[in-house]
């Protein structure tokens, strides 16, 4: 009876090709569908962000009284208020409200197209430039509302200095200083919390997208390099 080498059988079964779990197509195909389903996790989420502030926007719209927080702040440094100060501030908040869903309407829209668009089966190459597509959209959501947020605040702050000036009121170096810059703090920390939301809501998604496309430009490469 030969004797067992041990050795010899490790080294054999060292030296095995190794069979790959996964084809090429397969691990293709993969990827592309946890893109896209990631991409109709984002599209989802800003429909229902865009279904709340409708419902938010026309609870206010009827209940009508989102101003007086700010026309409180105007009464402590002097300002009398009137219904045509009301008015005119009720109109802006409005304004405001029917632009900022009309930005949410129009990405969600642009989200959906850019998801039709993704199919499994085609180009990688091109596939890889709808994700990056996609990835822009979302950044732009982002900063839009961002920047929405800024208008905002920049609208109401120059209709009190407007007010102010029409009803000639005076502020003191103390009143001024207060008064920009707690229109400061609250200008970052709003920023802050959106960005905060975004980075929990989206953030988790975009790095998994990120990661998948990653991965298909390390495939992309390698094929270049084949051919």
């Known amino acids: 009876m030969p004797e067992f080498d041990l050795d010899s059988f490790k080294k054999t079964w060292q030296e095995q090709p190794v069979q790959p779990k996964y084809d090429y197509n397969e691990i293709l195909k993969m990827l592309n569908k946890k893109s896209r389903n990631y991409m109709k996790y984002i599209f989802w989420i800003s429909v229902a962000e865009f279904l709340f502030f409708t419902v938010l926007a026309l609870f206010y719209i009827i209940k009508s009284n989102d101003s007086e927080s700010f026309l409180s702040i105007l009464e402590k440094m002097g300002v009398k208020k009137d219904i045509e100060l009301e008015t005119k501030l009720n109109h802006i908040y409005l304004l405001i409200k ?21 199919k499994v089966q085609e180009d ?16 732009a959501f982002i900063l839009t509302n961002i920047g929405l947020l800024i208008v905002l605040i920049l609208v109401l702050t120059g ?4 007010i102010l ?51 298909l430009k390390e495939i992309e490469s390698q094929e270049n390099i084949k051919s």
């Open 124 to 139: 990688l190459k091109l596939f890889i430039i709808r994700i990056i597509t996609f990835k822009k959209t979302v950044n």
């Open 159 to 162: 209709f009190a200095f407007y």
């Open 98 to 118: 029917v632009l900022s869903l009309l930005v949410t309407g129009f990405f969600v829209v642009k989200f959906y197209l850019n998801y039709i668009k993704i």
């Open 165 to 215: 000036n029409t009803q000639h009121i005076q502020l003191s170096n103390s009143e001024f200083t207060g008064f920009v810059a707690g229109i400061v703090a609250s200008t970052i920390l709003c920023i802050f919390l959106i960005w905060i939301y975004y980075r929990l809501v989206y953030g988790i998604i975009m790095s998994r997208l990120d990661k998948n496309l990653k991965q």
